[in-house]
C-alpha cells in the first residue's frame, strides 16, 4: 500500500526522543537540524517515494553517530554547517542498514512502530534501502574534499561486508571471538568510526588526532554492538521498541552465547552443535540448560565495559572543553546501558 504523501512529515518526527541528556542535550539543537536536513532529502525524491522515506525517519534512534560526529568536530575547532552535513550523510547509511537488518531479521517492530518490511514487504524495503544509501553517497559528493565521499564508501562498503560475513557464519560453531569482533567492527564500529574521524576532519585537525578519533569511534561502536546483542538475548521489547530474540533463531553466534559455548562441557557442545546443524530454533532455555548462561552474557558486559574504558584513553589530550567531556560522557551513557544488562 503506498503511504499517505499528502501531509507534510510529522511535526514530532523532528524532534529528539525524550529523556536524552548530556551529552546529547549539548548538541541536541545540531541534531534537530540533523533531522531537519534528513526529511528535506527525503522530499528530494519522486513523490510516490518520499513517504516511505520519512516513514523511515520516525522509526531512526538516538542519531549517536551525528552525535559523535559533532562532539568530535567541536572537540577539534569550530561546528560548522558541514558537521551537520556530515551527520546526515551518516544518519542516511544508517538507515538504510536498518531497513536491510529487519529484513534479514524477519523483524516486526522498531522504536515501537511497524518496521518497514513488515509495513510494505521485504522487495520493497531492500530497493527503499538502497535509495537511501545512493542519496547518502550523493550527499557526501558535495563536499569539496572527494576524500569525505571515498571514507563514507569504503564504510558503507565495510558495514555490507561484515552483514555478509555474519549471514555466512549463521550456525557455525568454529566461529572465534577474533572472527566475531572483526565482524562487528565492520558492520557497526566502521560507521561510528568514521563520523568521529570525519567529524575531526572537518575541523581541521591533524592526521594524528583524527586517527585517534576514528579509533575512539570503532571502540566506542565494537562496545554498542556488544551491548545490542546483549539485548537481544535478555532484553523486553516493550523497552528495547524493537523485535527481540532474533540473533539466536537466526542462528547468529554473538558474544554472549560465545562464551556460553566456551564454558560448556564437550558434551554440551556437541548438543548444541547438533541443534545447529539441524538449523533447529535455539531460545534463551535451551542456552541456560547447556551452560552458565548468567555468566556468559556478564562476561560480554565486562567486555563491553573493558572496550569503553580503552576508547576513552584516546581522548587524553584533546581540547578540555565541554565536547571533549561529551565524547567521555557517551561512553558513560553506554556503559550505564551495560550496567542495566541483568538475566
Not at 559533532?70 to 547509511?93: C, P
Not at 562441557?265 to 548438543?271: A, G, L, S
Not at 576513552?312 to 567521555?328: A, F, Y
Request: negative net charge; aromatic residues 6%.
Amino acid at each position: 500500500m503506498r503511504p499517505n504523501n499528502t501531509t507534510t512529515p510529522k511535526e514530532h518526527g523532528s524532534q529528539l526522543p525524550e529523556g536524552l541528556l548530556f551529552p546529547f542535550e549539548l548538541v541536541s539543537d545540531h541534531l534537530a537540524k540533523v533531522d531537519k536536513s534528513i526529511r528535506e532529502q527525503a522530499r528530494s525524491f519522486d513523490p510516490g517515494v518520499e513517504g516511505y522515506v520519512s516513514y523511515a525517519c520516525d522509526i531512526s534512534g538516538k542519531k549517536i553517530r551525528p552525535a559523535l560526529a559533532i562532539l568530535a568536530g567541536g572537540s577539534t575547532g569550530k561546528i560548522t554547517k558541514n558537521h551537520l552535513k556530515i551527520g546526515s550523510v551518516v544518519e542516511l547509511v544508517h538507515l538504510a542498514t536498518l531497513i536491510h537488518d529487519d529484513i534479514m531479521d524477519d523483524a516486526k517492530i522498531r522504536r515501537n512502530m511497524p518496521t518497514i518490511s513488515a509495513k510494505w514487504g521485504s522487495s520493497l524495503s531492500v530497493l527503499l534501502g538502497d535509495c537511501l544509501f545512493a542519496k547518502a553517497l550523493e550527499l557526501a559528493a558535495t563536499f569539496d574534499d572527494p576524500d569525505i565521499c571515498k571514507s563514507v564508501a569504503i564504510a558503507a562498503s565495510a558495514v555490507c561486508q561484515g552483514e555478509i560475513l555474519q549471514t555466512q557464519r549463521r550456525f557455525d560453531l568454529t566461529l572465534t571471538r577474533e572472527e566475531y569482533f572483526h565482524m562487528i567492527e565492520s558492520k557497526t564500529g566502521e560507521l561510528f568510526a568514521v563520523s568521529t574521524q570525519l567529524g575531526a576532519k572537518l575541523s581541521g585537525a591533524s592526521k594524528e588526532i583524527q586517527s585517534r578519533l576514528h579509533d575512539f569511534g570503532m571502540k566506542v561502536g565494537t562496545a554498542y554492538q556488544i551491548y545490542d546483542d546483549c539485548v537481544d538475548l535478555i532484553g523486553k521489547e516493550e523497552n528495547a521498541g524493537k523485535t527481540l530474540g532474533t540473533d539466536l533463531t537466526k542462528g547468529k553466534l554473538t558474544l554472549p552465547v560465545l562464551n556460553l559455548i566456551a564454558s560448556g562441557t564437550e558434551t554440551q557442545k556437541k548438543k548444541l552443535n547438533e541443534r545447529l546443524l539441524l538449523k533447529e530454533p535455539i531460545d534463551v532455555n535451551t542456552l541456560a540448560g547447556i551452560a552458565d548462561y548468567d555468566g556468559a552474557i556478564q562476561r560480554a558486559v565486562l567486555t563491553g565495559k573493558e572496550i569503553l574504558s580503552q576508547a576513552r584513553e584516546h581522548l587524553v589530550d584533546l581540547n578540555d572543553g565541554p565536547h571533549q567531556k561529551g565524547l567521555i560522557q557517551i561512553t558513560n551513557y553506554l556503559g550505564n546501558l551495560f550496567d542495566n544488562c541483568k538475566c
